[in-house]
């Protein structure tokens, strides 16, 4: 069974920075596609930013563009979200999801296609 572990989470001002890390048990990564999603109170879960099985491609929501990055470091079976220029509107509780479906292997960015699910790191972010 596939067991994914959110970390980095906490509180930042506006305009800092956090780096999000996912590991995996009983799974691969780099055969795998991943996502991170948020979702902040009262609002629905939203995909933040999605990485191709292989890594060759990433996907990223509109409003994290140039602030945010994923990436994949196969030797320690993680994925992180690098989050810079961070504001208010950035905190949320922050989720990384995979899936190991080929349908879904490119950049997946809807909750649906992803099977695996971390429990999820809070990020705050005061202005």
Known sequence: QVQLAESGGGLVQAEGSLRL???ASGGTFSTSAT??????PGKEREVVAAISRGGGRT???????????????NSKNTVSL???SLKPEDS????C???WDSRYYDT?????EYKY???????TVSS
């Open 97 to 99: 999801a995979a899936t």
């Open 35 to 40: 996502g991170w999603f948020r979702q902040a």
């Open 59 to 73: 996907a990223y929501q509109d409003s994290v563009k140039a602030r945010f990055t994923i990436s994949r470091d």
């Open 117 to 123: 699910w971390g429990q999820g790191t809070q990020v």
């Open 21 to 23: 890390s996912c590991a």
């Open 82 to 84: 690098q989050m810079n």
């Open 108 to 112: 997946p960015r809807f909750e649906y």
């Open 92 to 95: 949320a509780v922050y989720y």
